[in-house]
């Protein structure tokens, strides 16, 4: 599900791209989208591979950027409905998969011996 919001954010970005970029710079937006997207997909395979730092990390990043989605959200549906159920989306898929991987028996998985 972690990948499927990644693929889910590359397609949010090509939506949005028109708008992000008449707001702010063609490189600073490309820069920020690579890093971000770098970041979450390496937090993504750590998280696959086991490693509890990566999932309290990604929770941590999540719980902190809510509150700005949430507040985002009115601005982006009234620019495209498909951004802001891609949006919505997004943020149900992440919730959910946190929720997988720290309830049981994900859970579980990450307390194996190494």
Do not use: C, H
Request: proline share 3%; charged share 10%.
């Amino acid at each position: 599900m972690l990948w499927l919001t990644l693929a889910l954010g590359a397609i949010n970005a090509a939506l949005e791209w028109g708008y992000l970029t008449s707001t702010t710079s063609v490189g600073l937006v490309f820069a920020t989208q690579v890093v971000t997207f770098g970041i979450l997909a390496w937090l993504t395979i750590k998280i696959t591979r086991g490693r509890n730092w990566a999932r309290i990390t990604y929770l941590v990043l999540l719980l902190a950027g809510l509150p700005v989605a949430f507040l985002q959200f009115p601005t982006i549906f009234s620019r495209s409905i498909v951004a802001g159920a891609i949006s919505v989306m997004q943020v149900v898929l992440q919730v959910a998969s946190l929720y997988l991987v720290f309830s049981d028996p994900g859970r579980r998985w990450f307390r194996r011996a190494k």
